[in-house]
């Protein structure tokens, strides 16, 4: 099933408002005094619900299963990549873009941190669809 256009705009907004928080976190959360576990997990923990949102804004689904296990093998395939190596790819990750979206270390607990982002994401947007069809009815 197809969400609602709105569906689809607000899953946008969702998106970049995580984008800002985890872009916030690895900027900020040391200053703030927060913990490396905090800084570095929670980010991921970030990264992990933008992938979900932006997978769900760009489909449009409403099969949060489906969204939520497409999200988690695009976050386990750019996991696993960390452990290919080539001088391009390497480049491309001591570079900001490539440090946030690809990484630099292959890592069991960032894969741990994403399906904890993807299954919080998924809860939420699974939360706000049913209220929507309520309040629809």
């Known amino acids: 099933m197809i969400a609602p256009r709105s569906t689809r705009v607000q899953r946008c907004l969702a998106t970049l408002l995580v984008i800002a928080a985890g872009l916030l976190l690895r900027r900020f959360g040391y200053d703030l005094g927060m ?3 905090v800084v570095k997990y929670g980010g991921s923990v970030l990264w992990g619900a933008m992938v979900f949102l932006a997978l769900a804004a760009l489909t449009g689904s409403s099969n949060i299963a489906r969204l939520a296990f497409g999200a988690f093998l695009i976050a386990l395939c750019v996991e696993l990549s960390r452990l290919y190596r080539t001088p391009a ?11 946030l979206l690809l990484g630099r270390v292959f890592s069991l607990w960032n894969i741990a941190a994403y399906a904890v982002g993807i299954g ?3 809860t939420v947007d ?6 929507g069809r309520r309040s629809s009815v």
């Open 120 to 122: 919080s994401a998924a």
């Open 89 to 99: 790819m390497d480049a491309f990750r001591l570079t900001v873009a490539g440090k």
């Open 126 to 131: 699974a939360w706000r669809l049913r209220r």
């Open 35 to 37: 913990s490396f576990v």
